[in-house]
C-alpha cells in the first residue's frame, strides 16, 4: 500500500527565512509525486510534480523539491518566504494501477510572519 | 479557459436527508475525481471516472454514496441517509487521460453540513 507522511502540522517561518516542509512516502512501484497547495476556501492549486527524469523538480512561486529514492522523500523548500505563501501544503504520492487516484498526506500549514 | 466547478458551494442538510453534489469538469478532460477532506485531513479518494464509467469506486464508504457520469462529463455524488460523520469538503477533480502523470485539477469544493 502507498501513503504519505507529512511531518509537522504546523510550520511558522519569518518572511525571507528559508521554508522547509516534509514529506516521506511508501510506495512499492516507482511513485509519482505532487505537491499542492490550498489557499481559505480555494481548491487546491498544484505546485509541481515528479514523475520521471530530473530528481530536482521546480515549480511555481519559487517553490522546489527534490526526490531522494533512498530516502523515500520528496521534501518542498523556497529559499525566502512570502506572506503570500501562507497556505496549506499537500504532499501526494499516485496510485499506480488501476487509475490515477492520489494518495494525499494529511497537509502542513505554513505560517509566515513578518 | 474555465476551471472545474462545483454547486453548491455550501449545503447545509439535515440528518437521513439525501443529498446531490454537482461537478462539471474541464471542457475535454475524460477522467473525473471525487474525493472527500474532513476537518484537518488530507483528501480521501471516493471514486473515479474514466468517461461514463466508473473505473475506480473503491474508495466509496459504504452504500449509502453514489456517483454517476451519464454522459462522461458533468458528474453527481449522491449520498442517501445522510450521517453527521458525512460532514466534509467534497472534492471534485478532472484530468486528461494518461498515465498518471498528468495534473489533477481540483475545484474549490462543495462543503457538506449534516445537523
Known amino acids: 500500500a502507498q501513503s504519505v507522511t507529512q511531518l509537522g502540522s504546523h510550520v511558522s517561518v519569518s518572511e525571507g527565512a528559508l521554508v522547509l516542509l516534509r514529506c516521506n512516502y511508501s510506495?512499492?512501484?516507482?511513485?509519482?509525486l505532487f505537491w499542492y497547495v490550498q489557499y481559505p476556501n480555494q481548491g487546491l492549486q498544484l505546485l509541481l510534480k515528479?514523475?520521471?527524469?530530473?530528481?530536482l523538480v521546480k515549480g511555481i512561486n519559487g517553490f522546489e523539491a527534490e526526490f531522494k529514492k533512498s530516502e523515500t522523500s520528496f521534501h518542498l523548500t523556497k529559499p525566502s518566504a512570502h506572506m503570500s505563501d501562507a497556505a496549506e501544503y499537500f504532499c501526494?504520492?499516485?496510485?499506480?494501477?488501476?487509475?490515477?487516484?492520489?494518495?494525499f498526506g494529511a497537509g502542513t500549514i505554513l505560517r509566515v510572519k513578518s | 479557459g474555465a476551471g472545474v466547478s462545483q454547486t453548491p458551494s455550501n449545503k447545509v442538510t439535515e440528518k437521513g436527508k439525501y443529498v446531490e453534489l454537482r461537478c462539471d469538469p474541464i471542457?475535454?478532460?475524460?477522467?473525473l475525481y471525487w474525493y472527500r477532506q474532513s476537518l484537518g485531513q488530507g483528501p480521501e479518494f471516493l471514486i473515479y471516472?474514466?468517461?461514463?464509467?466508473?473505473?475506480?469506486d473503491s474508495g466509496l464508504p459504504n452504500d449509502r454514496f453514489f456517483a454517476v457520469r451519464p454522459e462522461g462529463s458533468v458528474s453527481t455524488l449522491k449520498i442517501q441517509r445522510t450521517e453527521r460523520g458525512d460532514s466534509a469538503v467534497y472534492l471534485c477533480?478532472?484530468?486528461?487521460?494518461?498515465?498518471?502523470?498528468?495534473?489533477?485539477?481540483f475545484g474549490p469544493g462543495t462543503r457538506l453540513t449534516v445537523t
Open positions: 501526494a504520492v499516485r496510485l499506480g494501477g488501476n487509475g490515477n487516484k492520489l494518495v
Open positions: 471542457s475535454g478532460h475524460t477522467a
Open positions: 471516472f474514466q468517461g461514463t464509467g466508473a473505473a475506480d
Open positions: 510506495s512499492s512501484v516507482p511513485p509519482y
Open positions: 477533480a478532472s484530468s486528461e487521460p494518461g498515465d498518471g502523470s498528468y495534473e489533477q485539477y
Open positions: 515528479y514523475t520521471t527524469g530530473a530528481t
